[in-house]
């Protein structure tokens, strides 16, 4: 029986969504297996996926030009899915034309003969729709997912498609927080750094501050609503707190001269280093953003704390031991342990949401590189390779996709990998230069 759900979009358009079937029951184990991508484990596979031509859902009707744009952000969005391989529809015996949408309109064997292993049909009703979104396994002949989207205006159409996206994922991983996030980015504006957002996809990119001066470090609170940053205006540091639904910033000024690195634990406390007595240690704001106990306990310079999605873990860089490492402490206890032995320089540390992996920026003799440090086994993996330099890495709350910062065509943009190290893909943000990405899941 099918299952109904409805999305009210942000500009009150509301859009129905009907979940066409369930996955439908697997013939056999193995089969079932062979759709499971382990994105986590360390040997992620691919996928073949073919995109047919879209059709009208009634015989001979025609379909609106909005259709070719749909199957255009499909095909880009998809492409952020590094375990799925497009493949041209000009390499399917007999093309991509389909004589329908559904499965008895599909000769499986052909895609089969290209070694295609998911097949997406999109059927529109008319220029509002309703638009039918389904994709096909060719070896069971099967639906695995299936979507209709009523109320559909040219504007809906990049929103539809990374939804239908996020859905896959999940089905294909388990996982679709992807393409349900916001990053937040510095961008240079002359002499002055503003902070604005956009998805990890590219789209719906808005400037979030307009406050002249230097805008940095963004960190989201874990529901999304708020931005710590720090501001360095009229020679002085502010800590700065964004209230992402009314667009107001809250400044408040804090003991000693600098604000470096705020980020929020999964409980709402902001955390920040300070220098009230000469180097920059970590402390606690209390609830009204007075400056609480300092929470790790060194000589040296300490900055840029992380925490994982349960607070009980906090990634940070020291300079105890003369040059910058990193280390993590036990929340609970107290008790900080060090992460980095390799390099001079490592910096940037960013723990992953299941507490599990730490990614930071190493300076190597080819420039800063993008390495990832495994807490259980203790090893260790280069991720990025240039050129030039990559920093500032953030994991997506997935666990999965990371976004860093590189000068790599000769201005910092931002570019997304995975813990599995796959290509780098710049996210298409505009003209500009951007830094220091940070991510938070849509509320």
Not at 269 to 275: D, F, G
Not at 281 to 291: A, E, F, K, W
Not at 338 to 367: A, C, H, I, K, M
Request: neutral net charge; proline residues 7%; glycine residues 10%.
């Amino acid at each position: 029986m099918p299952l109904f759900s409805v999305f009210i979009a942000p500009r009150a358009l509301v859009i129905v969504i009907v979940l066409l079937c369930l996955l439908l029951p697997a013939r056999n184990v193995d089969a079932q297996q062979t759709l499971s991508i382990d994105i986590f484990g360390p040997g992620q596979t691919q996928l073949n996926m073919a995109l047919t031509k879209p059709l009208g859902l009634a015989s001979g009707q025609q379909v609106p030009p909005e259709a070719e744009t749909l199957a255009g952000y499909l095909e880009e969005f998809l492409g952020f899915m590094p375990f799925l391989r497009l493949v041209p529809g000009s390499r399917i015996l007999g093309g991509d034309v389909l004589p329908g949408v559904t499965a008895q309109d599909v000769d499986f064997r052909r895609f089969r003969l290209e070694r295609v292993d998911l097949v997406l049909t999109a059927g529109w009703g008319g220029p509002g729709g309703p638009v039918e979104l389904r994709v096909f396994e060719t070896f069971e002949q099967r639906l695995i997912l299936g979507r209709a989207y009523t109320g559909v205006t040219p504007a809906d159409l990049s929103e539809i498609a990374a939804r239908f996206c996020a859905d896959l994922m999940e089905e294909l991983t388990g996982q679709g927080d992807f393409f349900r996030s916001t990053l937040a980015v510095v961008r240079t504006h002359g002499e002055n750094k503003e902070l604005w957002a956009a998805s990890p996809l590219g789209h719906g990119m808005r400037q979030l501050t307009s406050l002249g001066g230097i805008s940095m470090s963004p960190a989201w609170s874990r529901d999304g609503r708020q931005l710590a940053f720090t501001l360095i205006n009229d020679g002085r540091h502010y800590l700065g707190i964004l209230d992402k639904q009314s667009g107001d910033v809250r400044r408040v000024q804090l003991p000693g001269n600098s604000v470096i690195s705020p980020v929020f634990n999964p409980r709402g406390n902001i955390y920040v280093s300070l220098n009230p007595d000469g180097s920059p240690n970590i402390y606690r704001l209390s609830d009204d953003m007075r400056m609480g106990p300092r929470v790790v306990q060194s000589w040296a310079i300490d900055i840029s704390p992380s925490f994982d999605a349960t607070g009980s873990r906090m990634a940070y860089v020291s300079s105890r031991l003369g040059n910058p490492h990193i280390f993590v402490v036990d929340t609970a206890s107290g008790e900080s342990r060090r992460v980095t032995y390799e390099g001079t320089y490592n910096t940037n540390p960013s723990l992953s949401p299941d507490g599990r992996l730490v990614v930071f920026s190493r300076q190597t003799s080819e420039g800063h590189r993008i390495f990832m440090h495994d807490l259980q086994t203790g090893r260790e993996r280069q991720l990025t390779f240039g050129p030039r330099n990559d920093v500032s890495p953030a994991w997506a709350p997935d666990s999965y996709f990371i976004a860093f910062s590189s000068n790599r065509s000769g201005e910092y943009k931002i570019y997304l990998t995975t813990r599995n190290g796959d290509a780098a893909r710049m996210v298409p943000l505009g003209e500009g230069e951007f830094a220091s990405p940070a991510w938070a899941r849509q509320p």
